[in-house]
């Protein structure tokens, strides 16, 4: 007897993987955090499916799933996003048995996109390829596997390789619970918790220590200058104008410096004359050789980019590292890389400590979403383009994300 869980939609539309649910979860934002974890979640079997949810699953609040979508595709290895990725026409994909079907609502940009555009992150894979990082939305579809954590409806997060797309299939084990489609849970998936870890894991942060963030309003250098001074850390954060060094002073940073009106090496040299104990830096070149020079003895510099090189055809930026050996030893200071999907054991607990900072109002998650830009708002897939421009240009404030489709109008009666 074929399985009564593989049903084809009206209109001849291809078939789709769906079950009745069988009650909505709680959301409270650590539980189900916990549930994602879990290798697997007991929960009652139906003893007959309901047939009728195909049409829920298919018609979801009124908005029927389309036949086809836009996602961004890697066509040809280069640096230049633009020259890289192009918009294409695709079918909507269908979920397989642990998967989920979401319908995007906001993707985020990360300086890596052009890394990964570039194939820099893995030679193997050759064009054409998906791009995007992190997305949310809701939840239209899923498998029969999928259906024991989630429900049609459901809104989730992912960290997922081809998030730039109206539709994505994604693995459950990718995708995170939240409350509800804000933009703000986006900040938490990379560029959260990149300075949540990487301070935890690497910075062995001390109360009373200095920490000087670079690039500290951008997506992740917000966070980095919140964590460290809830650690009770003195926070120095680099930014490049007077609207973004208020912003710090908003979010505890003890002293901003905006570097086109101050000379930041003789503000560090002249206010900080014993050093700084820790660097979180992701600019390189000469910001990076800066950084070690002013490094205090067993100082630590945590690297988390070089965004200043990643245009360049090696995306490495030019250094001077010929004394860094004795630099290091005359100060029994470190170098420490950091690279997120090494630390994947840190990310539930790094995660829902976040979601639970965020929903007591203790953890602030700023998103630039290109209002204040020439051309207006990041809306529509296309305009992805436009914001990775916007945040190599340094305009943004906060993380920079993209409203790829806006909420649907209900007129079901389902």
Request: with cysteine; hydrophobic share 40%; charged share 20%.
């Amino acid at each position: 007897m074929s399985s009564p869980l593989l049903l084809l939609g009206r209109n001849g539309r291809r078939a789709v993987s769906q079950v009745g649910c069988w009650g909505r979860r709680g959301t409270d934002a650590l539980s189900r955090v916990d549930a994602l974890a879990a290798a697997a979640v007991a929960v009652p079997r139906r003893s007959i499916i309901d047939m009728s949810y195909s049409a829920h699953f298919m018609d979801f609040k009124g908005s029927s799933i389309p036949s086809s979508m836009k996602k961004l595709v890697v066509n040809t290895l280069s640096p230049d996003f633009r020259e890289a990725v192009s918009v294409h026409t695709a079918p909507v994909p269908t979920p397989g048995d642990g998967d989920l079907l979401v319908r995007s609502r906001y993707v985020g940009i990360n300086a890596s996109d052009i890394n990964y555009s570039a194939g820099r992150y893995d030679p193997s894979v050759k064009p054409p390829f998906d791009a995007g990082f992190e997305g949310i939305g809701e939840v239209v579809g899923l498998g029969l596997s999928a259906s024991a954590r989630y429900t049609v409806g459901d809104t989730v997060a992912y960290f997922h390789n081809g998030a730039f797309a109206e539709y994505a299939v994604v693995p459950v084990k990718e995708c995170v619970p939240v409350p509800s489609v804000k933009p703000e849970f986006l900040t938490l998936l990379v560029s959260g918790a990149t300075a949540y870890i990487a301070l935890k894991r690497l910075g062995d942060l001390t109360k009373g220590e200095t920490v000087l963030v670079t690039a500290a309003a951008g997506g992740t250098g917000q966070f980095a200058v919140q964590f460290a001074k809830q650690a009770g850390c003195h926070v120095i954060g680099t930014c490049s104008s007077n609207e973004k060094a208020g912003f710090l002073k908003s979010i505890g940073c003890d002293r901003p410096i905006n570097y086109t009106t101050e000379d930041l090496a003789k503000t560090l040299k002249k206010e900080y004359p014993k050093g700084i104990d820790v660097v979180y830096e992701s600019i390189g070149g000469s910001i990076f050789e800066l950084a070690v020079n002013r490094l205090a003895n067993k100082g630590r510099l945590i690297v988390i980019g070089f965004i200043s090189g990643y245009k360049t055809p090696s995306g490495i930026p030019a250094l001077k590292g010929g004394l860094l050996p004795v630099k290091m030893l005359q100060k029994s200071a470190s170098i420490r890389g950091f690279f997120l999907p090494h630390y994947v054991s840190d990310y539930r607990e790094a995660l829902g400590s976040m979601m639970q900072m965020f929903a007591k109002g203790e953890l602030r998650c700023e998103v630039d979403m290109g209002d204040m830009s020439e051309e207006g708002r990041f809306v529509g897939l296309e305009s992805v383009f436009r914001a990775v421009d916007y945040m190599y240009a340094g305009k943004n404030l906060g993380k920079v994300v993209v409203e790829v489709l806006q909420p649907s109008v209900s007129n079901s009666k389902l």
